[in-house]
């Protein structure tokens, strides 16, 4: 049974916050690399949010936990990370379609931050 494309992309953003929840005190920390995160992505677009997440050393958690996403689109050599980033650009569809199912996993993750944190002041 396959799962469709918004359950999957739930799926991701959840994975990302669950990543965080085990941070310990630096979870706080990784909330609000989401907001960040997305902001890059949406004003900056996907490469600059794959160099955002090396620099700041959190592509352990952003760019791993979305390897699912990386799926629905036709780009080879998908196991390495710099090269998908870069060559996802050759193919406007392919790359505007992946920054559109990406924000939707990061505001995904946002929303299960704040009901995490709802549910930790109770």
Do not use: P
């Not at 992309?9 to 929840?21: H, L, T």
């Not at 060559?87 to 946002?110: D, M």
């Amino acid at each position: 049974m396959s799962q469709n494309l918004d359950a999957i992309i739930n799926e991701v953003g959840f994975s990302i916050v669950e990543s965080i929840k085990n941070k310990g005190k630096e979870h706080t920390k990784y909330k609000n690399y989401i907001d960040k995160a997305l902001g890059v992505l949406a004003n900056d677009g996907v490469y600059a949010y794959w160099v955002y997440c090396k620099a700041n050393k959190i592509d352990n958690i952003f760019i791993n936990k979305i390897e699912k996403l990386k799926e629905f689109v036709s780009i080879e050599n998908k196991n390495n990370n710099e090269e998908f980033f870069r060559n996802i650009s050759n193919n406007l569809h392919q790359l505007l379609f992946f920054k559109e199912i990406l924000e939707k996993a990061l505001i995904y993750a946002r929303y299960h931050a704040k009901a995490l944190k709802v549910s930790e002041n109770e």
